[in-house]
């Protein structure tokens, strides 16, 4: 590991600063915060943190010292000064005195004496920064470090390979009782470079930014050549089926069964985004003979408990062909560990006394041996932490059962970090939205109704991938909803295979789909030729039936239902004239709609769709509603408020429809008018 220090940066970072009136000390403070975070062998996901003590004038002008330090659960790699809440420093320092400090208190002994009292809450890591004399302190869970300290022998190793420059801090959990267990192991020996926290992580520190930093790199380069040393091979091999299954379509199966179920009866499940993760190491260790072992014994470091859990579900290896063993073995498999995590939340609740309410039993790292790994969570940006902490979790287990054996905190520890409600207030994520942990698939997603259907469904919490003939449109449009853009002609079967392929191994399946891509074709319908007729056909309605083939294979496969969506058209019941190659396909998808509502209502997939009419978009251009007008002898405005309502009928007002639908829990085989009032197209 090489230190990432530059002169030239840290002089820069202080200039731009200063110009922001953020002092030095705070400025530094910021650069290497960001390189330690920056850097996934040191920080993963708002674990670490750091900190610099300062001294700040008050409002009366008397000189006051502060810690400065990383807001609880915030990314050390994107830091920024209102990202380091600053604390009065003696009344934090005072607490040294308390035997027992609860939550509550902490809280609100960090709180009561913020500098800005609408700051973040400062780290749960506070008081041991606060204790330390040190102007810099900084602190990881940097993956050799973990390597090192979850073996059974842990402090004998730290002792070994640091000779004397760190202190040992045995395994206590975050809060009061590390922070004093730290300060009086450094006061032991005031000249150590840092401290080893058992089962945890290091902190170092030091008088200014770069010493504190440069002694994290160099701590943290004495494991990593540590573990390089006398390595034994690791897992052994197991037997695998000769063929196995694709990710694609396991990942269904995997989301479906770790759908956690309602709370109450007749309510849906709550789903999790399950994305997909393999790799030369991740394979080695899920397909180990021994992986119901080494990879079940538990979290590297305390606080990745709260995004993985504690264990892991362990799939069968999947055969090729032979899904549905796989699906039925799978939910055995989830209705064990469910039983598992209840007898541990029951057996831990009991030792502390009660009180504590469980969280769902569903795993949020799935293994599969042949395949790779799941991660799960309430959004793409959930699972993908939880999948990021369990690469760097097996990482970890790797080294560690590579020198010796693997270790880590042990179950009773882990329970009061799970439960602890200083770790749940980090939990952040889509709870609470309407449509959180669910996937949206929109077709024509890049044009004027799809993007602003992707839109309204993000705002209420589904993750969003948006289909368009336009690869860069597509991934332009995505990217600042924070989804997936994918490029597909969904007139072709094999384009829009390879995109539901997609979207199973980033998202594991999809919930919702708006089926909104068409194109418009005009011409008299006597003498209109075939191939324009069957070109329209192509998009207006055969490429309905592929994207909600597909889907609906894979809600099956989900098994928690489904949302169907299609963008039909008032053309569909008052055909307009020399419109018949655009009418008559979109007739027979407003029959669709029905069908699918018919044929999949039993496996609670609902099928509606939209009727909206005269919307400024691809298929109304600009000079078509001029024309129009000018032939009516209207003004254009006048043309677009042509209905009952006389008001122009948008693309938000159609995306609004169709999240509506998708809410409308015990509505199917419904078309929904959205067309200001048009009595002639009403379908009764
Ligand atoms: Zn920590």
Known sequence: ???????????????????????????????????????????????????????IADLVGAKTEVLCVKGSGSDMGAIEPAGLPMVRLEPLRALRKLERLSDQDMVNALRGNLVDSAAPNPSVETLLHAFLPHKFVDHTHATAILGLVDQPNGEALAREVYDGRVGFVPYVMSGLALAK????????????????????????????????????????????????????????????????????????????????????ADADPRRFVATFRTGAAILAYVNGADLEDYSRRGVAT??????????????AAPAAGKLDAFAEELRRRVAAYVKDYDAYFARENKRVGGGKSKLDAMPRVVLVPGLGLFGLGESLKDAAIAADLAEDTLRVVTDAEAIGRYEPAGESDLFELEYWSLE?????????????????????????????????????????????????????AAAGLGGLGIACDVTDRASVSAAFDAVCERFGGVDILVSNAGAAWAGRIGEVPDE?????????????????????????????????????????????????????????????????????????????????????????????????????????????????????????????????????RKTTGHIAAVDGGNIAAALR
Not at 182 to 196: N, R, S, T, Y
Not at 441 to 467: K, N, P, Q, S, Y
Not at 602 to 631: C, K, P, Q
Request: hydrophobic content about 45%; some cysteine.
């Open 424 to 476: 749940q207030a980090k939990r952040v994520g889509s709870l609470g939205k309407a449509l959180g942990g669910q996937v949206a698939m929109v077709t024509g997603g890049a044009g004027a109704i799809g993007l602003a259907t992707a839109r309204a469904f993000r705002e209420e919490g589904a993750d969003i991938v948006l289909l368009d003939l336009d690869r860069d449109a597509a991934a332009q």
């Open 181 to 264: 267990a730290a300060a009086g192991v450094f006061e032991k020996k005031p000249d150590v470079e840092g401290l080893i926290l058992d089962k945890h992580g290091i902190f170092t520190f030091g008088e200014d930014a770069r010493q504190a930093y440069e002694r994290m790199i160099a701590l943290v380069s004495l494991a990593e050549a540590w573990l390089k040393r006398d390595r034994r091979n690791v897992f052994a091999a197991r037997p695998l089926p000769s063929a196995l299954a694709n990710p694609a379509d396991i990942a269904p199966i995997v989301r479906g069964a770790c759908a956690a179920p309602p709370g109450e």
């Open 532 to 664: 324009v007729l069957r070109e329209s056909f192509e998009i207006n309605f055969f490429a309905h039936q592929s994207v909600a083939q597909e889907a609906v294979r894979i809600m099956l496969a989900q098994g928690t239902g489904g949302c169907l969506l299609f963008n039909v058209s008032k053309q569909a019941v008052n055909p307009g004239a020399n419109f018949g190659p655009y009418g008559l396909p979109k007739a027979a998808t407003m029959l669709l709609v029905r069908q699918y509502a018919v044929d999949y209502g039993v496996d609670g997939i609902r099928s509606n769709g939209v009727n909206a009419d005269r919307i400024r978009s691809g298929l109304l251009t600009d000079g078509f509603i001029a024309e129009r007008a000018h032939a009516r002898g209207v003004s254009e405005g006048d043309y677009m408020r042509g209905n009952l309502l006389r008001r122009e009928v948008t693309a938000q007002d159609v995306a609004q429809a169709f999240v509506h639908l998708a809410k409308a």
């Open 302 to 315: 305390p606080d990745h408990i709260i995004r993985t859990k504690n264990k892991p579900l362990i799939a």
């Open 1 to 55: 590991m090489q230190s990432r220090w530059s002169d030239a940066d840290a002089a820069w970072t202080i200039e731009s600063h200063a110009a922001q009136g953020v002092a030095e000390d705070i400025a530094l403070r910021v650069y290497t915060a960001r390189l330690l975070g920056r850097d996934p062998r040191l920080v993963l996901h708002g674990g670490g943190n750091a900190s610099v003590k300062t001294r």
